[in-house]
Structures are given as C-alpha cells and as structure tokens.
T-cell receptor, first 115, second 115 residues
Framework: EAGVAQSPRYKIIEKRQSVAFWCNPI?????LYWYQQILGQGPKLLIQ????????DSQLPKDRFSAERLKGVDSTLKIQPAKLEDSAVYLC?????????????FGQGTRLTVV | AQSVAQPEDQVNVAEGNPLTVKCTYS??????LFWYVQYPNRGLQFLLK??????LVKGSYGFEAEFNKSQTSFHLKKPSALVSDSALYFC?????????????FGKGNQVVVIP
C-alpha cells in the first residue's frame, strides 16, 4: 500500500516570497491534515479536511496561509508571503473517516527554510 | 483544550536495558491516546494507540504502553532497547468530548540508545 506522498522534500525561499506544498493521501482516506513542525516542537495542526470540506482551520494563519483540497483527494498548502518564522517541516497526514481512535498516517514532510 | 506533556527532553538508555518514555495528558472527555516515532528526515510513524479496554496496549517493534487514568498518563515502554530505537518519540491525544476532534501532540522525547 502506498503511503502519503509529499513534494517537494526541501525548499529554500527568501522572505516575502510564495511557496506551495503538495500532498497525495493514502487511497481511500477521506480525512487529510496539514501540520507544522517547528524544530524542537511537536507537530501543530494547521488545517483538517474531510473530503473537500474544512473541518478545523482554527490554527491556520489565514492572512498568509491557504489550503485547498480539490475533488477530495490531493491537497496544496500555500504560504504567501513567507516570513522567517515559517521555517519548519510541513507534514501532511491522512486517515480513514472513523471514530476518534482512528490513527493518522504521515508523509515524509517538506522542510521549508525561509532566509 | 486537550494537551500532552512529555517532561523529559532526552532519554538515554543502554542497549538491552528497559526503555520508558513518559507522557501525561489533559482532556475534558475520554482520551484517545497515540504514540508515534520519528526517525531523522522521516515523517511520523504510528506505533500504538489506546481507545478503551485493556490498559496495557501492545504495538509495533516490541513497544507497549500503559494507560493510567488516575495519573492521566500513557507511558511508552520497551523491555529491551535496541540501538535502532534511537529516534524522536511523540505522544498525542484526541479528546473524546463531542465537538473537538483535534489531535494534539507533545513536544517529543529524543531517545538515545547507547551501544
């Protein structure tokens, strides 16, 4: 079974530039998550989709971050404009729709460096 | 809001000795508890979870965790550590209270197994 695919693996941009990350979840997983993991911290949820609807985006900095999940499969996360503090690993995860005990499966992440 | 505390930054253990990684949690409803492991430049890998039932949960790679409701703890254990267990370990909790489905992670514990 293929896992969660993310691209690119690494990205270096200058502050105020834009960047986009792509995620392809595990086939059949209706729930998709984007997490931000800053060095030395645990992952923080940015946004959660169920199919192509947003379930939770309360921690997404909406003035600069946006995400979409067209057709309920792939998803993109965009930052525009980037700030130095956005340097982090961006993790995509997916899970089946189910009870709250359903575990999420993570991709390898995209390491973003803003200089 | 749900939260997780992993009090130790790093856990050092000699190969062959028992390994324990501590986790305490806070939720308003019943907890759904998870452990994930992260190897360098990799995404998070699911190890095990507690939903209900037996307080001792067995997972991948010989790991197990013990749920203790009175102490609000979910410590990860392995009877005999291997050098290959050296990695970053994250505890996570989802609140069973209706309306809040967010999975909250702790800051992680670096485990170093010394040959």
């Amino acid at each position: 079974e293929a896992g969660v695919a993310q691209s690119p693996r690494y990205k270096i941009i200058e502050k105020r530039q834009s960047v986009a990350f792509w995620c392809n979840p595990i086939s059949g997983h209706a729930t998709l998550y984007w997490y931000q993991q800053i060095l030395g911290q645990g992952p923080k949820l940015l946004i959660q989709f169920q199919n192509n609807g947003v379930v939770d985006d309360s921690q997404l900095p909406k003035d600069r971050f946006s995400a979409e999940r067209l057709k309920g499969v792939d998803s993109t996360l965009k930052i525009q404009p980037a700030k130095l503090e956005d340097s982090a690993v961006y993790l995509c995860a997916s899970s089946l729709v189910g009870p709250r005990g359903t575990e999420a499966f993570f991709g390898q992440g995209t390491r973003l460096t803003v200089v | 809001a749900q939260s997780v505390a992993q009090p130790e930054d790093q856990v050092n253990v000699a190969e062959g000795n028992p390994l324990t990684v501590k986790c305490t949690y806070s939720v308003s409803g019943n907890p759904y508890l998870f452990w994930y492991v992260q190897y360098p430049n990799r995404g998070l890998q699911f190890l095990l979870k507690y939903i209900t039932g037996d307080n001792l949960v067995k997972g991948s790679y010989g790991f197990e965790a013990e749920f203790n409701k009175s102490q609000t703890s979910f410590h990860l254990k392995k009877p005999s550590a291997l050098v290959s267990d050296s990695a970053l370990y994250f505890c996570a909790v989802r609140d069973g209270h209706y309306g809040n489905n967010r999975l909250a992670f702790g800051k992680g514990n670096q485990v170093v197994v010394i040959p």
